[in-house]
């Protein structure tokens, strides 16, 4: 699943991990921080129930409100990663 980083801040480029200022500064790209110059997320879901045009995935490490920017399919062989 991708989804829109919509409340990341595009222009912080260092975060202290956790939000705790007792760790050390750390890169963006080497934490789980939503703020990033690229506002797109890329989750690893499985489809728990479809209803209609609906569906229930999970687990999905987002805020509620996170726009769904599209929904991707694993393809067999890159299942064994």
């Known amino acids: 699943m991708i989804t829109w980083l919509h409340e990341g801040r595009r ?21 789980r921080s939503p703020d990033r110059p690229n506002p797109l997320g890329l989750h690893r879901v499985k489809v728990l129930e479809i ?5 229930k995935v ?5 805020i509620d409100g996170t726009p769904v920017v599209d929904i991707k399919p694993v393809l067999a062989k890159s299942c064994e990663s």
């Open 58 to 62: 999970g687990p999905l490490e987002a």
């Open 51 to 55: 209803e209609g045009l609906r569906l």
């Open 11 to 31: 222009s912080v480029m260092k975060v202290h991990p956790g939000a705790d200022k007792n760790n050390p500064l750390m890169g963006v790209f080497a934490t």
